[in-house]
């Protein structure tokens, strides 16, 4: 089976523009996570969906949203870049609503300048 | 509110010699607690878990996690260090609250040094 793919793996983006990054869960997985990684915060909860509803979202401010298609692919996008927002971001694909093992992509390298 | 925490930044070792990675958490309820890995430039990669029952639990690539709830530690161990071990390590729970949800609560990380 392939794992999880996250496209693009690196994005060089300006402040003031917006990007969507792209992540393809495991094929009949339809729980899909995502979360930021920085040095300085960690790793961070950004959103949960599950077949096409969000059921939960972390603590960031309106520019960061985001959506599963009904495929079970997803997308984040982030409005307004800000430097801040470098990060590597990661998503997470599990087959059940309530699931013990969660499968991590590779990442997206968004570097801000 | 649930935590982990990971109380080293790093952790060296000596290739052959035992290794142990601590984390601590506080949970309401039930913790289901998780260790990944994660080597540079890559994703996280699933070790082990503990959902319930016993208090030793084996995982991927020889290791292994003592649950402990009298001093709610979820320590992570191998019993000879190889230099691949080499990563950053995370120990995880999954916050229970607000029903049900795959999401995890990630300690800060733990950067394994296996020195040859």
């Known amino acids: 089976k392939a794992g999880v793919t996250q496209t693009p793996r690196y994005l060089i983006k300006t402040r003031g523009q917006q990007v969507t990054l792209s992540c393809s869960p495991i094929?009949?997985?339809?729980?899909v996570s995502w979360y930021q990684q920085t040095p300085g915060q960690g790793l961070q909860f950004l959103f949960e969906?599950?077949?096409?509803?969000?059921?939960n979202k972390g603590n960031f401010p309106g520019r960061f949203s985001g959506r599963q298609f009904s495929n079970s692919r997803s997308e984040m996008n982030v409005s307004t870049l800000e430097l801040g927002d470098s990060a590597l971001y990661l998503c997470?694909?599990?087959?059940?609503?309530?699931?013990?093992?969660?499968?991590f992509g590779p990442g997206t390298r968004l570097t801000v300048t | 509110a649930q935590s982990v925490a990971q109380p080293e930044d790093q952790v060296n070792v000596a290739e052959g010699n035992p290794l142990t990675v601590k984390c601590t958490y506080s949970?309401?309820?039930?913790?289901?607690l998780f260790w990944y890995v994660q080597y540079p430039n890559r994703g996280l990669q699933f070790l082990l878990k503990?959902?319930?029952?016993?208090?030793l639990v084996k995982g991927s690539y020889g290791f292994e996690a003592e649950f402990n709830k009298s001093q709610t530690s979820f320590h992570l161990k191998k019993p000879s260090a190889l230099v691949s071990d080499s990563a950053l390590y995370f120990c995880?729970?999954?916050?229970?609250?607000?029903?049900?949800?795959?999401?995890?609560?990630f300690g800060t990380g733990t950067l394994l040094a296996v020195q040859p």
């Open positions: 997470a694909s599990s087959s059940q609503a309530l699931s013990y093992e969660q499968y």
């Open positions: 094929s009949g997985h339809r729980s």
């Open positions: 969906y599950f077949s096409e509803t969000q059921r």
């Open positions: 949970v309401s309820g039930n913790p289901y």
């Open positions: 503990y959902i319930t029952g016993d208090n």
């Open positions: 995880a729970v999954r916050d229970g609250r607000g029903g049900a949800t795959n999401k995890l609560i």
